[in-house]
């Protein structure tokens, strides 16, 4: 009797662990922002028929990566308010009209001591954006950003799936997910190919 | 039913065991050691728009072209530019990460006086009152810099002497400046049309010179071949690595160059294998051959070698005279594939002033070796970006670091061409820290302003309307506009490069053949001390790195 009363006790410390683990420990471990405007891909490849990402995110002739447009891109449609929305008049009043560069919070941002050649992925590997970025050039509204309260680094980085198991390809932008990919693809890279 | 001590106890073992079954050990241990390589203590880079720009490496006197990876105004990468005439896109490992070298922890950020805490102030009236009580003396690392000129220009007027460290090519060079009486600075190696190079000793697979232009030239025309048309050989006790690379390693003992250079001599002209006649060696062959460790034959053999291939050029380590005689012997002095002068007006390296026998104090500049140790009774005002250890000065002054002041970048010491470039102030000056130019503009205003030579000197190569311009597209000189085009050109990291040079311009003669293993005795306690090759800085990321090799070799 006693023996199957401390087996029922420590399946229920276990029980509660593993629900805990699994569920409360991913929402406790990742703090949400918003980004500082609403920002909608689609309605600007509708609209504006920049249907192609490097339209705006423009990877130069030299190779170099120009990332999130600047300030100067936003201007060149929105020097004035287009429509009445909030995110409009924030864009406008709050960034654009005093110069202040829009702080987005990116979330395929890698850390410092990497860097990352956006030219050499999609021009000679021929990677497509989506490859890594999965459907963000198609949302229609921004998704919340989840920075991990320890390594401070957003959750797109480690991917969505806690566990990693069964993710799509491009959920995840480990160091392990750079070498599984190149492993896939048979190409070697050293450790000062990515590490600065 | 009653809850235990016993009770809670099995129920979090429960709970451990099951915790084992979740993520969370897992995903923590990962996130800790992420969390563990960002430290709030380290610096990071500020996060903002990348743009890249174009300057001239400052690090040494060889001012390689750099493409600068900017974040936020901030340098977070460096690498070389293919369309640079003389580097060709190559660099030192050093280099490579120099932008990392303004956050070392042996950065300079405050002024020092016998270890103590002081300030500009302090320092600036110490110097005036020195400047006043007698003598001073500036020591320039790079000479011929629009701020030697402030040197020059401040020690004349306060009865100083403007004394330079050469660097160990351009001491190499020495001998024939003595001989012919062209300056160090208008002399140079013509590699590019040499087929033998005969190294004594100097590293020239490996820092030597400018980086790249060796490596490239000796990629494309020996790498790998058994008779390549380009003959390396390397006189050397150990197996450097440019004697493991070369096509044929002549292995002597330490410190016998002369002899070996004697021994040579000798079989070039008792064999009539030279032309040029010249003064024999004192030393016969087999007291060479005994001397160096060598067999008789086999420096008659490395004598027929060298002149198997030519044009042949003799290289020595530093300045020691009796290799240079043998490139006079050889022919090899104002020849193609020699030792030649470039052309045009070239700033002298060596200065005449004389030292003056007791010095009240003195300034030494940020380019000049930390190693250097001048021997003078007099009070130091070292300038350095880094604190090299120990105690070398009764004023240690902060310097600006890498990218963070306006220099122009002379001639390289090696090269056979001029060149002229301009390495912008990239980087904002940090609090604290300011150049020695900067410095005696404090103390005399009177003193012309780095920017206005700079300008002079961009002035000067536009109304000389040689050579070209090399920048996102290289230009004749002819085709600029205006020295203020040319100068904003060279702002923007392009470099401007003389016409080549034109054979039989000077003369050597030797009287007598020298014996001596180092330049005859230094007429100035700064000219008599050796600088090593590579900076003591980098040799942990020197050792560590394969960013050296050749591009032909990465290729492959």
Known sequence: ????????????????????????????????????????????????????????????????????????????????KVGTSKSEATLVDGYIKPSRETPWLVYSRQPANVWFSHAIHTRRAGLACKDCHGTMGESDQPRIYEQNRISGYSRDIWGHSISRLGRAPHDGMTMSDCEDCHRRRNVEVGCLGCHK | MKVTRRDLLIGSAGAVAGLALTPVPWKLLNDVSIWTQNFPWIPQPAYGPVETKYSACTLCESGCGIRVRMAEKFPVGVAGVRSHPLTKGALCPLAFAAHQLNWHPRRLREVRHAGRAASWAEAQAAFQKACGEGPIAIVDGRPGRAVSSVFEAFTRKHNGSYQAVLSAE????????????????SLGYDLENARTIVSFGAPVLDGWGTPGRFTQLWSERAAGAADPQLRLIQIEPSLSRSAARAWRWVRVREGIEAQLAAGLARVLLEERLVTQPGP????????????????????????????ENRPVVVIA????????????????????????????????????????????????????????AAQANAEVFRFAAWDGGGDRAGWLLPAPGFLEELTDVPTSPTSALPTYAVAQNLVALPIGVQSA??????????MPAVEKVIHARCGEIFRSRQGSVYGEHPIAATKVDSAQHLEEQLRKGAVWMGEPPSPGKFRCELKEWPMENRVAPATSWATAWVPPVFPALATKLYQESNLREPPAERRG
């Open chain 2, 170 to 185: 351009s001491q190499a060079l020495a001998p024939y400046a003595d001989w012919s009486g062209v300056p160090v600075a």
């Open chain 1, 1 to 80: 009797m006693t023996g199957r009363r401390n087996l029922l006790i420590f399946g229920i410390g276990m029980g509660l662990a593993i629900v805990t683990g699994w569920t409360a420990f991913p929402r406790a471990l990742y703090v949400r922002r918003e980004q500082p405007l609403e920002f909608h891909h689609k309605t600007h490849s509708e609209k504006s028929g920049l249907t192609q990402c490097d339209s705006c995110h423009v990877l130069g002739s030299d190779g170099e990566f120009g990332g999130i447009p600047g300030l100067v891109t936003c201007a060149g449609c929105h020097a004035e």
């Open chain 2, 317 to 372: 380590a530093d300045g020691n005279p009796a290799i240079a005689a043998l490139n006079v012997l050889l022919g090899a002095v104002a020849t193609p594939g020699g030792i030649v002068r470039k052309r045009g007006e070239v700033q002298p390296h060596v200065p005449d002033d004389p030292v003056p026998e007791s010095i009240r104090a003195m300034l030494v500049d940020s380019t000049v070796p930390w190693e250097f």
């Open chain 2, 280 to 307: 024999m060696p004192r030393l016969s062959l087999a007291e060479a051959a005994a001397q160096t460790g060598l067999a008789p034959e086999a420096i008659r053999d490395l004598s027929h070698t060298m002149m």
């Open chain 2, 437 to 446: 130019a900067q410095f005696l503009v404090k103390i005399d205003p009177t």
